[in-house]
């Protein structure tokens, strides 16, 4: 970690940088003599960390030499030059202002669904479309895809942008701005990068290459089914039933009728067992059957923060499009298992 | 799991038992029709703990299929004969009633030093020596040795005992025990085995064979040197400077000045850095310069729940002997590590 301190500013720096993602945090301290200097990261942290409340002093003495006292203790770890040390990448020009909140909020919906495999490049992270009045968050996985549009001040087209953020970018920025309490993040981007900077906190991270999946045109617009559901007791039931089915696909089946106004979602398992959960639901359409992988929906549904959701359906073999009732704009589509007779 | 459902008693009894320790709950039901059947422990247990509040039916339609039924859920899984499930063993005669804290709190305080080495035989248990008004429990890796001594009601010699106790067994017996709020526990014993009944819970174990090494003589008795310090003050102390210190041996250095009346914790290792943290202790003797596994140390150290701790030396190179200060019979004892020169 770089370690700068400035006598002029009585400010202290703190820098980490894997050259894809870069960190950097600024806080007040008395400064008697200013300098820059690498410090092991991990060892520094693991001290600091378990040291009590109180003031601490950090000292060079010799060459690289870095003694830390507080009241009670005195350690000596050795430091390296800070020549070597990367710059942050700086992008000038005019940034955007966008509501942590809303960040934090997107990033939570989307976060959950990015692709994990390595090599499926840039759906490993999620994408963001700023335009209009409007900032798009966009993951998907190749098996569930999820997506919240949220309000933003109008964006000058000049300054809209259209980005892929690596994941764990993307992971570090929630995790920051949950530990804050600030209201705007300014974004600045270029070709490859992206700068988000508040408070005295600033987080830069090179993008993923590659054309994103033009994924508006794969969320059907029309749906001939409709049902709404309590959110927690269909997970909870998708948890039971999920219990005896197959561990690697998870499958389970919803047979929706209009009637009774009644979901049941069931699996039948060969040598453990079948099981079945009996809902009531609002459902519109003709009666259905229909199977999914129970942990990709349960995920799903988790992230959503509303008491009821809204579950479109069209045939057993088209995607299936799950909102929150009356809570944003998240869209989570899944596509369906097909049975075998 | 052996399900045992009796139209008599209207009592259910679960069994579980892998030869070695054994585990029996009952409790009551409304049973329609008596029986006995082995369910799958992991997949019964899976459904019924993820039920919501509320009453279950258990239903035995062909033979084995069980059917399971809530009010809005129906599972059918497959069980097997109860022909083939081994008894849990019966130890009659006269039991020892064993308070229940005293038992919680005795392996609280040694399980953590027993040998995790699966070769290690007899050290890999817990020795318990009922004998007089005292209840003995002792643990040792061979590194660290941790013994209790626990106040019971007179037992009559015909009725001690010393046994070993697998760590598994005595884990779970803990664990129990934690869950309940049981005053007392009936134990009985024979050559090979013990059984713990309260309430309407039920614990056997299979005993470890083997010689328990003569641990009393290992303690010394006297002591030229005594250290008294704050335990949280110590453990923390011990934790910051560990982090400098090689992490396969741990070790950390104790420097005790008796005009000062101060501890010194240090460590120096090449190419990673050095630290001290001082201490305000009492110390009476002459001044000393002795080596410990920092991880041992603060493990017993962290079971003690006393605000201050004695610490016990001779040379140092003889063992160290720590006690909780004026909060029960704990001895903890640990060998110094040599210094080279």
């Known amino acids: 970690v770089l370690l700068n301190a400035d006598v002029d500013t009585q400010q202290v720096t703190l820098t980490g940088f894997d050259l894809s993602m870069g960190i950097q945090s600024t806080f007040s301290a008395q400064i008697k003599k200013g300098g820059t200097l690498t410090l092991p990261a991990k060892l520094f942290g693991d001290i600091v960390s378990r040291l009590t409340e109180g003031n601490l002093t950090l000292e060079e003495k010799d060459e690289f030499q870095v003694t830390i006292k507080s009241a009670s203790c005195k350690y000596q770890i050795r430091g390296l030059s800070a020549d070597e040390y990367p710059e942050l990448p700086t992008i000038d020009g005019e940034s955007l202002n966008l509501p942590a909140q809303e960040l934090t909020d997107g990033l939570a919906s989307t ?14 992270g999620v994408h963001w479309i700023a335009a209009n009045d409007e900032l798009e968050f966009c993951a998907t996985s190749g098996h569930v895809l999820s997506t919240v549009t949220s309000p933003i001040n109008p964006v000058e087209e000049s300054n809209g942008f259209e980005v892929t953020l690596p994941a764990k970018a993307a992971q570090e920025l929630k995790r920051m701005l949950d530990a804050n309490s600030e209201d705007f993040v300014a974004v600045r981007g270029d070709d490859g990068q992206l700068v988000f900077e508040w408070q005295n906190q600033r987080l830069t991270t090179r993008l993923l290459e590659g054309q994103y ?85 349960a995920e799903g549904l988790k992230v959503m923060n509303t008491t009821e959701v809204q579950m479109n359906f069209n045939t057993s073999t088209s995607p299936v499009v799950v909102n929150p009732l009356g809570g944003g704009k998240m869209t989570y589509l899944t596509m369906p298992i097909q049975l075998r007779e």
Chains 1, 2 share one sequence.
């Open 213 to 297: 999946p033009n994924y508006r045109q794969l969320i059907p617009k029309q749906f001939s089914r409709q049902m709404t559901s309590d959110r927690k007791a269909l997970i909870s039931a998708l948890e039971r039933v999920a219990v005896l089915s197959n561990t690697k696909t998870a499958i389970v089946k919803f047979n929706l009728s209009s009637a009774d106004q009644q979901l049941t979602v069931s699996v039948n398992t060969q040598d453990v067992g079948s099981g079945a959960e009996v809902l009531s639901v609002q459902y519109s359409g003709d009666d259905l059957e229909i199977a999914f992988n129970a942990r990709y929906l």
């Open 111 to 124: 976060l959950f669904a990015v692709s994990t495999e390595e090599l499926k490049g840039v759906i490993t």
